[in-house]
């Protein structure tokens, strides 16, 4: 297909509740959308997972809004055939800027699927209908404050609670909110890079509250301080932030730096290299789960199909759309015990409300041709 024009919109959207982690609190979602129109005219949309700051990776949504606009928009708009197979070599001139060139995948790719009438699971390898849902609960200012907020994502039906830690906020966190879930629930905590090396005793300690895994302790670039960890505890450790690619996923698993991996599209490019992250990761019995990165409806659309792929054994951070907005960008994604259902119409299967991209929106829409 050609692509006849692609405009980029830049929004903000409040969040139910502040969400902090060790790298901050955020109350609003800066959010960049990519939206495609072919020479035939069908409509594709991309959203980008980048944050406001470069806090959780070196990307951020300026930064990526430039990156589309200076180099992949026009490498896009001058190419006589597009597909998303074919973006990878066409963007290979872009050095890393990951979330910005998955944008840009995933708005092709919604054009694409909808052109021949397939849904982003079928395409992708969906083996479900519905996917188990995990919630991730952000740093509270209290222990009390904190068990309110689990109790009630609990009671919503969620089948995994994640608790966000650092330095100061960890032990003792973990411990409340175990005994009041009880030795059933799945529990997990995110460092989101947050300790090094000096912590690993203290991290020990996180063994005796049996979670499912600790995810992201230390710094992304570092690998080793990883497969030192996982000799030293019993939990077993699961990468984010350093799983950039496949290649970086394959000889992670290799050094034994994790043994659980979090898939999360923006991160590593775009959907197609998540699909190969999870082939490799199920090649070597390496349990998936879809991570998040706050999206809307656009992103939760493509990111609960990637899900429903046979290697996500465990659940992922796809939660409903009210964890995060109280009115979604899309129709909204609702729990049914604990569940969320793959869309099954052509592409994304949701339909973009551009009457909130328009009142939502922090600029004018950049419309390039
Ligand atoms: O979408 O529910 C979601 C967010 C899940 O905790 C979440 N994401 O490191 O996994 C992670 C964080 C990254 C975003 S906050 C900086
Ligand atoms: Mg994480």
């Keep these: 297909m ?21 790298f901050g609190v955020q109350t609003v ?46 490498a896009l708009l001058s190419a006589a055939d597009v597909t998303a197979e074919g973006l990878h070599t066409l963007f290979a001139f872009v050095v890393g800027h990951r979330m910005a060139k998955a944008a840009v995948e995933a708005a092709i790719l919604d054009a694409q699927l ?37 109790r009630g994502y609990a009671a919503e039906g969620y089948r995994r609670i994640k608790l966000k830690i650092k330095p100061g906020w960890d ?28 912590d690993i005793d203290l991290l020990r300690e996180l063994d005796e509250f049996d979670l499912l895994l600790i995810e992201q302790p230390f710094a992304e670039e570092d690998i080793a301080a990883h497969v030192e960890l996982a000799e030293a505890i019993d939990t077993p450790v699961c990468l984010d932030e350093s799983i950039t690619s496949a290649a970086v996923a394959i000889d992670a698993i290799a050094r034994d730096a994790t043994s659980i991996i979090n898939v999360k ?31 809307t409806g656009i992103g939760r659309a493509a990111n609960v199909a990637l899900a429903a792929l046979p290697g996500f054994t465990l659940p992922g951070d796809t939660s409903a759309s009210r964890r995060y907005y109280a009115e979604d960008l899309t129709e909204p994604f609702e729990l049914v015990e604990g569940r969320l259902r793959v869309p099954t119409g052509p592409g994304t299967g949701v339909t973009v409300r551009e009457d909130l991209v328009a009142a939502w929106a922090t600029r004018p829409p950049l419309l390039l041709r």
């Design 2 to 22: 050609r692509i006849a024009r692609l405009t980029l919109h830049r929004i903000a959207m409040p969040l139910v509740r502040p969400f902090e982690t060790s």
């Design 29 to 74: 979602r800066d959010v960049v959308l990519v939206h495609v129109v072919t020479a035939d005219g069908v409509e594709g949309w991309g959203e980008c997972v980048a944050g406001a700051d470069p806090v959780y990776s070196s990307e951020y949504v300026s930064g990526c809004e430039h990156v589309i606009e200076r180099y992949l928009a026009p």
């Design 114 to 150: 909808r052109a021949s009438g397939l849904s982003f699971g079928a395409y992708l390898g969906a083996v479900r209908n519905e996917v188990d849902c995990g919630v991730s609960v952000g740093i509270a200012p209290s222990i009390a404050e904190l068990l309110d907020e689990v």
């Design 171 to 198: 032990v003792e966190p973990v411990r409340a909110v175990r005994s009041l879930l009880g030795g059933a629930m799945l529990l997990q905590v995110d460092a989101n890079t947050a300790y090094t090396t000096d």
């Design 265 to 295: 599209p923006g991160r590593v490019g775009g959907y197609l290299e998540a699909v190969r992250i999870h082939d490799a990761c199920r090649h070597r019995d390496v349990p998936v789960w879809c991570g998040g990165m706050l999206e």
